[in-house]
Nanobody, 115 residues
């Protein structure tokens, strides 16, 4: 059974930090590109960060220099370290695993940046 379970969301003040984690099971984690997407109220879901099986990364311009994605193939986990958070980072954050036709999503975790 394929599962992606996110954790680590919450309420944080502007300028603060959060670390999201995604625990994977039921598929070959090391072969998949792992991504974090986010969807703000009234907006489309957008890619925040992606890490390929070889460890290469890419980021949305809006989070570059503030967010860092990582993966641990032994633990089948991917994380998103978010620093210098801004109110516009408020969204539901989703973990995604993809390999060719395989495309799986987690249930999402809410991140709210507000004073």
């Amino acid at each position: 059974q394929v599962q992606l379970v996110e954790s680590g969301g919450g309420l944080v003040q502007p300028g603060g930090s959060l670390r999201l984690s995604c625990a994977a099971s039921g598929f070959t984690f090391s072969s998949c590109a792992m991504s974090w997407y986010r969807q703000a109220p009234g907006k489309e879901r957008e890619l925040a960060a992606r890490i390929s099986p070889d460890g290469s990364t890419n980021y949305a311009d809006s989070v570059k220099g503030r967010f860092t994605i990582s993966r641990d193939n032994a633990k089948k986990m991917t994380s998103l370290q978010m620093n210098s958070l801004k109110p516009e980072d408020t969204a539901v954050y989703y973990c995604n695993a993809r390999l060719l036709a395989f495309n799986s999503w987690g249930q999402g975790t809410q991140v709210t940046v507000s004073s």
